[in-house]
């Protein structure tokens, strides 16, 4: 048996409920431009009708109708397309980081460039020319001294760059892990809102995408895997490690950084493994420069300062035929040819003998930390030789004027080797380069081509990534964005069922006023 | 297709930054007229480019060796010139000398002028380019003959050598012994110089006959060696003009792979402009309407 004011609280139902569906519209037009939000909808159903079946049920024919009710009001989301989002945008910022490191790095070897290293080689390996020139004159060996602190100040240069790149990188990790650990925290603080109100049987849809969002900002930080069981129990694994576990959570550690496969801290350990490589790479290349072994051929012979061994045979100033590999005593002049094995531009330049006082084994360039292999930061012009550019030893021969030993001023004989080792083929340590042997232009030239190759690499993959990573997103703002146009038709919409509601409603207030008010008055 | 607004966004921006990415990427090349500003514009390129420049830089040092070369050896082929006029000049004044017609005060006034021949190829043999004694071999800084004796002097065998090219070295110097014949030996120049002033004081006549035969000796000594510096010299001459050659075509491979083709960088750089205008106009066009415009 329907009530008499069925009519009046189906209305009512509906009112209320469009009611509802038109705030949600608002809500969605509200948050448009909010990241990370989800346009939401309010489920509406009909109501059970009357009557419901029973023994005291109305033989009344039909069922009636009771009105509009909703069920739940939900988020509209992908949870599949939030997973390959997060996997891609993890790869993505691994691969930022390191094209920005690799464009670092790129910049600081400067090339190609007229102030780079090559340039500065160029001008190194030219004054030694000059110096062959005129080995005698003083302006050709400050030219020599001066091109040569050039050349070390710049790889020192470079070495601080390195350093400086690195240290730049170690803060980076450390304020990406704090920034990572504030997020991770509060995601599990977000865990137990949500538990909450579900627990009431409402969708935390506001509390999730919050939590989604969270969550994408970490994928930027860190490879991540989410894990929700329809229990409800939330977990993500970041790294290998398991950070959340519904409420509780363990923070990430400087550590992450080796465990990491994705995000910015993978990328800062391979920005720092390019770092290394880089170093390693020029390192190579400067100790082979200074102590790289090689066989080098004086033509002019050579006048030895103690007892040698020449890899030819050589015939002395008095006629004496030495074989090769014998022992050539000390102070003998050698007037054929002679080949000698000696490490390098240090190994060469000690042969030479220098300007005024004759004084022989010194070595153009010293580590500043007395070590024997060169680096990029330890390499400096001997500091004698800055002092007194007469200690460029340019002379292959001297000569005994009363006690003393004095070089030949005219002779270029060190000089004349030392140009030519530019063009020697050394030997690299294998595994760096592309270039095992060949000579330093050479290996200088395969390095910047080989870093040219992997900056290269990085700024496409990064690309591609990016590509990707919009379109993922492109498919989510698809699912989940909110479209304006569609919210004006959706407010139109309930508008008109809310006003029409209403206007029922008036009709069954005239249909009631009709009998209570204006029935059984006949005649009056 | 369900489209967003946000997704309108993510797209405009998407099309905005590949296009300004292309646009200042051929701006770059357009103002500066390079094509490869860092390794990774051309791996392989790089390297070749940073070769010609190395190249480029070590042929000018080459071409400053062969004009220090061609510098000695013209003051060299000079300074063979004046020997072979002083030995012209002996010869003729030692045949005037060795006929008996000439009297012997005559004789005396020769052996003046001969002893001034002899002083001048001393001065000859002390010759020096830019402060460096041209025929003492490495030990420019000692002056090779002395007044008093320079028959019995030693020059240094040592040879100076400049480079022209990678690996290619030219010797430049060339001994005073090979000029004037070796110390102490029969046929040194002053030791021959020394023996006709003795004869032409004691009126020997037939040996200085016999010194003629020995002046031509030392002229024939000099022309082997003037000879050898012509040589050197057109050698030294043939690898400038291959050196300036080289740097010619050096310029123009470092160009081939390191210049930006113009025409090519204002065509893609218009057309990325006339893209990104249009990517721009559409943004600006698709983002203002809304189906609110149309709803009162």
Redesign the interface.
Known sequence: MRSTFHGLETSKRAILTQHTALLTVGHNIANAATEGYSRQRVNLSATRPIEAPGMQSSVAPGQLGTGVQYDSIERLRDSYLDLQYRRENASLNMWLVRNSTLDSIVALINEPSESGLRSVMDKFWNSLEVLNRDPGLLSARIDLVGAAVNLTDTLNALETGLQALESDIQQSINRKVNQANVLIENIANLHTLIRRTEAMGNNANDFRDQRDLLVDQLSSIIDIQVIETPEGDYSIVAGGVTVVANDAFTPLTADSVTTAAGGELAGYRYSLEEITYIRNQLNAMVNTLVNGEITVRLENGYMTSSDMVALNEVRLADGTIIPAGQTIPAGSEIVTPVEFRVNGFNGLHRLGYALTDGRTDIPFFTTSDGSGTFTLGNIRVNAEIRNNTNLVAASGKYEIVGTDRVAIRGNSDIAHALTGLRDKVFQFPANLTSLSSGTIDDYFRALVGDLGTRSNNALRQAGNLQNVTDAVNMRRQEVSGVSLDEEMAEMLRFQHAYNAAARNMTTVDEMLDRIINNMGLVGR | ???????QH??LL?NLRNNNTGIIDWQNKLATGRR?????????G??Y???Y??EI??T???L??AN?GLGFLNTMDEMMQQTSDVLKRARVLVQQASTGTTPDDARQHIAAEIQQLKEQLVMIGNSSY?G?YLF???????RPYSLTDPANDRT?R??????VS??V?VPVSISGEEIFGEAGAADNAFRVFDEILAHLNNNELDLLRADMERIDGLSDRVNSVWAEIGARTNRFELVKERIQDQLVSLKDLRSKV?DADMAEAIIELTQRENVLQASLAVGARIMQV???DF?R
């Open positions: 297709m369900r489209v967003t607004n946000t997704m993510i797209q998407k490869i500003h860092k390794p990774g514009d051309d791996p392989v790089v390297g480019y940073m070769r420049n190395s830089n070590r000018n040092e080459f400053e060796n220090t830019s460096r003492n071999g490495q030990k420019t800084d000692q240094d040592g040879v100076y050598y400049l480079n990678p690996n070295s390191g809304s189906l609110i709803i």
